[in-house]
């Protein structure tokens, strides 16, 4: 989405098909990064600072290209309908809701974000937004109580093709050793483990009965070997339903671990993989940076890669 | 770790945390959380090594701003 501020002429939206009813929801539902704090001043006690290793291409590579064929808007329906329509398909899609929220008081930190100002989110426990879908499954997970005003939703292009493989591979291979495989079966697993957490409800009591079944068991055996994607893509290349998010980032830290760590080539690549989230969202807020070469301040442009769906 | 204990958040950021409970690193790991378990799986894939929570730091005092 080269130049965002065109679509946004009489020119743009007619040029543009109907990218314009459906693009508001993905622009209102990129908030930026997160960044609070609960405390300020000065802290004593032991604290641990926890990260995320990878977390910005590691989230790259779990995107694809939506299917934007099978795109729906959404009609207003409270959020219990709305997850179970999709269940564990909306993990895998690009969705973006117009929601009236209210979380239990018994959450510290709830996790939708809410504009206070033009530089400044919040996230609070009850308010009126625009999120993300993968926003709304947390939201649900935390106990939630969501209303969908209206949004839309476009599955990954992915989706069908793994539907399809799963239904033809996966119900005979749960025991055998054939490594092809795994990687569906885990992906299988863990779409089996998340519908039944989240049909129960109770997620403390689901997750202890999981925790002791043959299928967790196994899911957990499969997860710590050595993972087989390169098998996966030189014996069923037709098969390989990985996108091209993950290709590139695969790529990216294969020529990084060349490198010795530390060094101008290691980082280079780095950079590159942490680079790819950044550029798709550049310019969606319009903010203005320093210009060394004018001495003044001008708007970030967008460019080539940049896309609210995958910003988001 | 589910917000209602008595352990606390000082800060967070998009890919990050800061608490003073501990070993929640350890603890992510054996969780069923499906959340957790797609991006295990996803740094696998990618690295070989599957990966969820690291400590990067421990400190015993600062200044939050």
């Known amino acids: 989405m080269k130049d965002l501020a065109r679509l946004n002429t009489p020119v743009g939206i007619e040029l543009s098909g109907d990218l314009h009813e459906y693009i508001d929801y993905f622009l209102g539902s990129y908030h930026g990064g997160r960044n609070e704090s609960y405390i300020y001043g000065v802290v004593k006690g032991k604290f641990y600072d926890y990260d995320l290793p990878g977390a910005y291409p590691t989230a790259m590579a779990m995107l694809d290209y939506p299917d934007w064929d099978s795109r729906e808007m959404l009609r207003e329906q409270n959020g219990d309908e709305f997850f179970s329509s999709l269940n564990y398909d909306l993990i895998k899609s690009y969705t973006a809701l117009k929601i009236k929220f209210e979380f239990p008081s018994t959450v510290k930190y709830p996790n939708i974000p809410v504009r206070l100002d033009f530089n400044s989110v919040v996230f609070p426990l009850t308010g009126e937004t625009f999120c993300t879908g993968h926003e709304f499954l947390l939201a649900m997970r935390l106990g939630c109580r969501i209303k969908i005003l209206s949004g839309v939703y476009i599955p990954f292009k992915s989706l069908k093709l793994k539907s399809k493989l799963n239904s033809n591979s996966i119900s005979d291979s749960t025991s055998d050793s054939n490594s092809k495989r795994k990687f569906f079966v885990q992906d299988h697993l863990i779409k089996q483990l998340f519908e039944l957490k989240y049909s129960n409800k109770t997620f403390d009591s689901v997750e202890k009965s999981i925790s002791k079944s043959e299928n967790y068991h196994f899911l957990k055996q499969a997860l710590q070997q050595t993972p087989v994607q390169e098998e996966i893509d030189t014996e069923t290349e037709t098969e390989t339903v990985e996108s091209n998010f993950y290709l590139v980032v695969k790529e990216l830290i294969q020529e990084r671990v060349k490198y010795p760590k530390g060094s101008y080539m290691n980082l280079l690549y780095k950079f590159l993989a942490n680079a790819g989230i950044g550029q798709m969202a550049r310019g969606l807020n319009q903010k203005v940076k320093f210009d060394v070469r004018s001495n003044s301040t001008k708007p970030l442009p967008s460019g080539e890669l940049v896309s609210p769906l995958y910003a988001g | ?65």
């Open chain 2, 1 to 65: 770790m589910n917000g209602q204990e008595n352990y606390k958040i000082i800060s967070c950021t998009t890919d990050g945390f800061i608490s003073d409970e501990p070993n929640i690193d350890s603890k992510l790991i054996d969780s069923t959380n499906v959340f957790s378990l797609l991006y295990y799986n996803m740094r696998l894939k990618l690295t070989g090594v599957g990966a969820l929570l690291e400590t990067k730091y421990v400190e015993s005092e600062g200044v939050i701003s």
